[in-house]
């Protein structure tokens, strides 16, 4: 899983984001092989002068210490998908558009050069900025749950999560993504009789057993919910289904993981409720139901005053989050959390992922107008 | 899958069909490892001096040339499944029966021993059994069906195999089962469009689709037919289902395997055409099917003169065999086939397979009865 270390590179803050973006890019960092550029980036900020830095793992943890009223968490991951052919980044002009490519141009390194790029103008002595600034730089967000370097932080060092809003620089087209969806996955296992399927007539088949609840799944209506103004639509899926012995036995046993994404209105046991009571039928009948992993969602908090402004700063209007970030972890605590970066959603993790060139600035000013503002 | 080869045991085809039966059994011979045991079984033949006899591979071919009207073949594998402990034999006494425990014992080394006694008694000069024999004692039953013996017999030998009846000695508890049904596997794949489970609305998920596929299998009424007077009942299962990609992903494909076992009124191309119609609506909405293997049933073939007297030579009705089995091998070349054996079909494969005592000199006895009888 992990990449060779490689040497630190020079991080040049004062450059712009573009350089910024393609010195990250051009810094592999595999999850699990961050540490080489958590150096770096770690280095940086010491050298800035007006931060508190501490590193926890791989992850850097920097913070200024103003009294602004307002304290506001940025975070980004810093590590990638295994890099696929496609380093060092090269620049295109495809459609029009110009676009730097490359492994983690998108997901996420664009966002950390915009957090740099913040850190560098509102992390030095003298700066004044109108909120109270944390960056998270963290390691292992792209494998895992259980190595997720925010997790770490939030239980090791959760005092540094804490302020008024979290923004997640998780690319969205330049979009705040507000809150995000609950995921739940559970396995349905229906029991069966094994027979040789000459006489299957000894047996029960288990497989036959799943009928019902393919059936209650494929006639599932999935609810649209509205909230604070967006909306989110859930959705009920089997993302894997299994049986079978051999070519001539009767199946004793089928298993069907189902994967139910829900609005933030429903927490994580609203959500598990919801499940069984769609089955009820099946569980009558002798089906078991395990849950194998869940994660709440994360309410938009878009009438929060702190949310409201960034919106507002953005100049375009929010949209739901649909699918689970780390923006639930900050949620958990009662922080509201948005997703809002440079990258392009749609191509993280694949081999042309690339950003293009004139989302980086408007995402950089529009988080330097907010953090500007006189509104805090 | 082999056994390391052991050395050839001696066999003595004068001992009785019990201490036969145990020689064979203590001669382990997995499937691909019959070689030793084909070797003795060889040479035994050769000493009685009244056989042609030839090897194939591991398979031994005798027959007698007396030009009598009727022609029997008797066929018996060699190998085994798997060694599960249950070596080398044991007898013991359980539930009031006294019983010849190990690996082999019913699946079918008692049915070779038989035919070993046989040999000994009609296959020296002088003897004049009422119709001529021929003998195939084969290896690689257990395993897929192109390594088969008596299939590469067919290919390769296939006059061997006329006669004006088979009987296989697979254990059927010294009963007269009539032929054997078909089998018919297919896959039947349901298409999806693969998407993120958290936006499952640009998907369409494949493992919902195979709903109605099992809807169909849950509410087959499967036919009872009969045949000869034998009562054949089919079955038709899912033996195996499979789709998914990941957790969070909408599956593109369902593959769903279906068993057919069938009447032996059908032929195969029958069989195919009732899946289809079956599965029709299916099919009409784009699920694909593919058939993985095919084999043709055998009729009981009960009204032919020389199964007739047969199954009178056995003091007990016949029944259907339900499963499929080498006769329909022979019933491809037009050659009326049965099953009649000592051992316990219900055994076979199991680590505590035996084969009750009792039922061994009866099966001879029953054989030399019908081979020297005057009715041929």
Redesign the interface.
């Known amino acids: 899983m992990s990449a060779p270390a490689e040497p630190a590179p020079e991080l040049d803050l004062t450059a712009d984001v573009l350089t910024l973006t393609r010195a990250l890019v051009d810094a592999p960092s595999v999850s699990g092989s961050e540490g080489p550029l958590a150096d770096a980036v770690e280095g940086a900020l010491r050298q800035l002068g007006g931060l508190d830095v501490e590193r926890v793992g791989d992850t850097v943890l920097a913070r200024t210490s103003l009294d602004r009223p307002t304290r506001i968490v940025l975070a980004g991951h810093l590590d990638t998908v295994p890099i696929a052919g496609n380093l060092p980044s090269w620049i295109d002009t495809v459609d029009g558009e110009d676009r730097l490519y490359g492994c983690g141009t998108s997901d996420m390194k664009a966002g950390d050069a915009v957090m740099l790029r913040l850190a560098a103008r509102f992390g030095v002595p003298g700066a004044q900025p109108a909120r109270d600034l944390t960056f998270v730089f963290y390691d292992n967000e792209e494998v895992e749950a259980v190595r997720n370097g925010l997790g770490r932080v939030a239980r090791e060092r959760r005092g540094w999560l804490y302020g008024d809003l979290a923004i997640l620089l998780e690319p969205t087209d330049g979009v705040v993504e507000g809150g995000c969806?609950g995921?739940l996955?559970v396995v349905l296992t229906v029991p069966g009789k094994r027979a040789?399927?000459?006489?299957?007539?000894l047996g029960v088949?288990a497989?036959?057993?799943?009928?019902g609840i393919?059936?209650t799944?494929?006639g599932y209506a999935?609810r649209e919910v509205e909230i604070d103004g967006l909306l989110y639509?859930e959705?009920l899926?089997?993302?894997?289904?299994?049986?079978?012995?051999?070519?001539?036995?009767?199946?004793d046993e089928?298993r069907?993981?189902v994967?139910f994404?829900y609005a933030p209105d429903r927490d994580e046991d609203q959500a598990e409720a919801h499940v069984r009571e769609v089955f009820a039928d099946a569980l009558a009948a002798g089906v078991t139901l395990e849950v194998t992993?869940s994660s709440g969602g994360a309410l938009p908090g878009l009438s929060e005053p702190a949310v409201a402004a960034f919106v507002a700063a953005t100049g375009q209007p929010a949209r739901a989050k649909?699918?689970?970030t780390d923006v639930a972890r900050f949620a958990a605590f009662g922080i509201p959390a948005l997703n809002y970066g440079p990258g392009d959603p749609n191509l993280a993790h694949k081999a042309d992922e690339h950003v293009r060139l004139d989302r980086l600035q408007p995402a950089e000013d529009a988080l330097i107008a907010y953090l500007s503002g006189s509104d805090a």
């Open positions: 969806q995921t996955r040789h399927s000459a006489r299957s007539w088949n497989v036959h057993g799943a009928a393919l059936g799944l494929a999935a639509r959705g899926n089997a993302v894997r289904i299994e049986g079978g012995v051999a070519g001539n036995v009767v199946p089928c069907v993981t994967n994404r992993d649909l699918g689970w």
